[in-house]
């Protein structure tokens, strides 16, 4: 894997799916970045992986990931730091939950521990890759993807709320250490469900959906959190001027009254 990668560095995405990760994706590589997006689906990541670049004429890299497992996440960033200096890592990755509650004496352990493993242990690795280089050149962001359980405990989702409140604690122990070193760390908690874009797809990207993800863009209801919004978010974040830096940030839809 090589490449003529840009001068201002490599944005990585973690955790790349059909809605904010790609749409986070677009932004940095519509703003002129080299971008590497991993997930742990490399045949889902690979279309978008060229639907990006063809839109966008940017160069986009698709790297699996399993961000439960260290050995996967160190091969995984052996290949994105083989592209150059990764300027900006976005982490957006989770382990999916049901929308059920489940009985806390019924929670399975592995379950437990997976949910935790995606959503925090795999936030502290992909860190640990990319800040060193940040602090030798004094300059970086990472942003961490957070969400209504970052905040507040739920009856019925302990795995979920236990790996999201670790990784709020993670973002506000980094941005503590490495922010003066010249390192922007920020957490977006997105209260609300994410969506489809509201742009029309091309007939091309609609193709290369699968089924499912064709009924969920058709399905789409009033209320859902246009993704590629909340990538100006994300964007807005690393372009703020270190004088004024937001360590978190809180972003709700206007249906939705914020509490």
């Not at 929670?107 to 602090?135: D, N, W, Y």
Request: charged letters at 20%.
């Amino acid at each position: 894997m090589s490449s003529s990668a840009s001068s201002r560095g490599i944005a990585a995405i973690v955790g790349v799916g059909p809605q904010l990760g790609r749409s986070i994706a677009r932004k940095f590589a519509h703003e002129g970045y080299t971008v590497a997006i991993l997930a742990r689906d490399l045949e889902r990541l690979s279309r978008f992986a060229d639907e990006i670049a063809r839109e966008e004429k940017a160069q986009v890299f698709a790297i699996r990931i399993d961000c439960s497992n260290l050995r996967s996440v160190r091969e995984a960033f052996e290949g994105v730091l083989s592209l150059g200096f990764v300027e900006v890592l976005v982490y957006n990755a989770y382990q999916p939950v049901s929308w059920n509650p489940t009985n806390f004496t019924h929670t399975r352990v592995e379950q437990f521990e997976k949910a935790i493993a995606v959503s925090s242990v795999g936030a502290f690795h992909c860190a640990q890759q990319v800040l060193p280089g940040m602090v030798e050149r004094g300059r970086g962001t990472v942003l961490f993807s957070g969400c209504s359980a970052s905040l507040n405990g739920f009856a019925g989702y302990s795995e979920l709320c236990c790996g999201r409140f670790a990784v709020r604690g993670l973002s506000q122990c980094l941005a503590r250490e490495f922010q003066p070193l010249g390192i922007h760390v920020a957490h977006v908690i997105i209260h609300g469900i994410v969506g489809a874009p509201r742009g029309l797809m091309s007939s091309t990207s609609q193709q290369g959906l699968l089924v499912g993800e064709q009924e969920q863009q058709r399905g789409r209801r009033d209320g859902l959190m246009d993704p590629d919004a909340l990538a100006q978010t994300y964007w807005y974040l690393h372009i703020q001027d270190r004088c004024a830096w937001t360590q978190e940030i809180d972003l709700h839809p206007s249906s939705q009254r914020c509490t």
